[in-house]
């Protein structure tokens, strides 16, 4: 790396305080949006409610679905009344969604809660990414991006790590604490999003009005498809991308639990666990530098996938201690990985009205993958093979990134020789 680039990534310069403000107010949008108090407690709230164990996890299945199904639709409506607005609505749709199981605590209840709760998130998922990105460089100070996106994300690990161990406590005093709190919280969001200051629509041609493609909903979706047909390196890194994001998920949503029990470690402490891993993850969140000084941002995006999965494969040959320990070197890579991710798909989309749209076709990526591996983890695990599962991950990750890697060094080589003339 270029010895200016490394001084640049080094020294920490304190932006204007309009861009601070916005940074702030992204940081308490992104913290109060996240902080879903009933995450520790929810299937032992719907398993009180009368719900069954099938009813459960449908619902988790059509949540998914729907989340995959909204992401294009909402991408649209970002890009066409603004990332702002459309964050807004994010978080009305997620105050209206919590308080949906207090009112009606029943599948049906439930149901449209996590529907609800979809359209939410499908709603800011690009949107807030988006616009962070797009407001920092539209006033100078894009070389904040990396460190605002990790930032926030370290600050709503920790507000979830102080409020999480409370949770069990509260539900006691008041049954529906837990989705008050957390539709308390949205609420908050949304006074951040209110709060945020408006930017100009990008203008890809220089011109001062709206291109005539965004009329149509049809030829919106054309002219976002061919913004992904002419950058040539964003697909790529889009499959580069699904590493962290399915590692991630399916490592504490799906295996986090069988995974411990297989250990022979005791229910009542995966709490502790996961809130070491919560620490661990926040601490890199908040350090995107240590590597980025050092390493290209796809080098560093690559190495962390692969200590991601390593970090899973080594828990094959480790007993309790040595499993926590690994999880929480894998929670660690994963929350310095994220913001530079983001920060490489941000880079790799041209200037375009379609930055939302586009970010949304990545997400439906990373959940369409995640689907798919979440339903081999189900056979792994029927069928006791959790060890296959975790070693088979890592030489698919390793694989799916070398694949990646070679595609992008050759898309590198061939930029050089076109930008020096030789054939």
């Given at each position: 790396?270029?010895?200016?680039?490394?001084?640049?990534?080094k020294?920490?310069?304190?932006?204007?305080?309009?861009?601070?403000?916005?940074?702030?107010?992204?940081n308490?949008?992104?913290?109060?949006?996240?902080?879903?108090?009933?995450?520790?407690?929810?299937?032992?709230?719907?398993?009180q409610?009368?719900?069954?164990?099938?009813?459960?996890?449908?619902?988790?299945s059509?949540?998914?679905?729907?989340?995959?199904?909204?992401?294009?639709?909402?991408?649209?409506?970002?890009?066409?009344?603004?990332?702002?607005?459309?964050?807004?609505?994010?978080?009305?749709?997620?105050?209206?969604?919590?308080?949906?199981?207090?009112?009606?605590?029943?599948?049906?209840?439930?149901?449209?809660?996590?529907?609800?709760?979809?359209?939410?998130?499908?709603?800011?998922?690009?949107?807030?990414?988006?616009?962070?990105?797009?407001?920092?460089?539209?006033?100078?100070?894009?070389?904040?991006?990396?460190?605002?996106?990790?930032?926030?994300?370290?600050?709503?690990?920790?507000?979830?790590?102080?409020?999480?161990?409370?949770?069990?406590?509260?539900?006691?005093?008041?049954?529906?604490?837990?989705?008050?709190?957390?539709?308390?919280?949205?609420?908050?969001?949304?006074?951040?999003?209110?709060?945020?200051?408006?930017?100009?629509?990008?203008?890809?041609?220089?011109?001062?009005?709206?291109?005539?493609?965004?009329?149509?909903?049809?030829?919106?979706?054309r002219?976002?498809?061919?913004?992904?047909?002419?950058?040539?390196?964003?697909?790529?890194?889009?499959?580069?991308?699904?590493?962290?994001?399915?590692?991630?998920?399916?490592?504490?949503?799906?295996?986090?639990?069988?995974?411990?029990?297989?250990?022979?470690?005791?229910?009542?402490d995966?709490?502790?666990?996961?809130?070491?891993?919560?620490?661990?993850?926040?601490?890199?969140?908040?350090?995107?530098?240590?590597?980025?000084?050092?390493?290209?941002?796809?080098?560093?995006?690559?190495?962390?996938?692969?200590?991601?999965?390593?970090t899973?494969?080594?828990?094959?040959?480790?007993?309790?201690?040595?499993?926590?320990?690994?999880?929480?070197?894998?929670?660690?890579?994963?929350?310095?990985?994220?913001?530079?991710?983001?920060?490489?798909?941000?880079?790799?989309?041209?200037?375009?009205?379609?930055?939302?749209?586009?970010?949304?076709?990545?997400?439906?990526?990373?959940?369409?993958?995640?689907?798919?591996?979440?339903?081999?983890?189900?056979?792994?695990?029927?069928?006791?093979?959790?060890?296959?599962?975790?070693?088979?991950?890592?030489?698919?990750?390793?694989?799916?990134?070398?694949?990646?890697?070679?595609?992008?060094?050759?898309?590198?080589?061939?930029?050089?020789r076109?930008?020096?003339?030789?054939?």
């Amino acid at each position: 790396m270029p010895l200016s680039l490394r001084t640049r990534v080094k020294r920490r310069v304190r932006p204007p305080a309009a861009v601070l403000r916005v940074i702030r107010l992204n940081n308490g949008f992104q913290l109060l949006f996240n902080l879903l108090w009933w995450m520790p407690v929810f299937y032992q709230y719907q398993k009180q409610a009368g719900l069954s164990d099938s009813q459960i996890f449908g619902i988790q299945s059509v949540y998914y679905v729907a989340f995959c199904l909204l992401e294009i639709p909402t991408g649209f409506i970002a890009d066409r009344i603004g990332q702002r607005r459309c964050m807004q609505l994010g978080a009305a749709a997620m105050t209206a969604a919590n308080l949906l199981p207090v009112a009606s605590p029943s599948f049906a209840g439930f149901m449209a809660h996590f529907l609800a709760i979809a359209t939410a998130r499908s709603l800011v998922s690009g949107a807030s990414s988006a616009y962070l990105y797009e407001y920092l460089h539209e006033h100078g100070a894009g070389e904040h991006y990396v460190q605002a996106e990790g930032t926030a994300r370290a600050l709503g690990l920790w507000a979830k790590i102080a409020c999480w161990p409370l949770v069990g406590v509260l539900m006691d005093v008041r049954h529906e604490a837990p989705y008050v709190l957390t539709a308390l919280s949205t609420l908050g969001s949304l006074a951040c999003a209110a709060a945020l200051p408006a930017i100009a629509a990008p203008r890809p041609h220089g011109g001062g009005e709206p291109p005539a493609e965004r009329v149509g909903l049809l030829d919106s979706a054309r002219q976002a498809a061919k913004v992904l047909g002419t950058s040539r390196s964003l697909g790529p890194l889009m499959v580069q991308g699904v590493a962290i994001f399915t590692l991630a998920r399916i490592c504490q949503v799906n295996l986090f639990q069988p995974l411990l029990l297989e250990k022979h470690l005791p229910v009542a402490d995966h709490g502790a666990v996961l809130s070491a891993m919560t620490v661990a993850e926040a601490v890199g969140s908040a350090r995107t530098g240590w590597l980025r000084g050092r390493l290209s941002d796809t080098t560093v995006v690559t190495v962390l996938s692969v200590v991601m999965a390593l970090t899973l494969a080594a828990t094959t040959l480790s007993g309790a201690p040595g499993t926590i320990l690994w999880l929480c070197v894998f929670a660690a890579a994963a929350g310095l990985a994220y913001p530079v991710q983001r920060n490489l798909i941000n880079a790799a989309i041209p200037p375009t009205p379609y930055r939302a749209t586009l970010l949304s076709v990545e997400s439906i990526i990373d959940r369409g993958v995640c689907a798919l591996v979440a339903l081999a983890v189900g056979a792994y695990l029927a069928a006791d093979r959790l060890d296959a599962l975790l070693v088979h991950a890592a030489a698919g990750t390793c694989l799916l990134l070398l694949v990646v890697g070679v595609v992008l060094g050759r898309l590198r080589r061939d930029g050089a020789r076109t930008a020096t003339g030789r054939p």
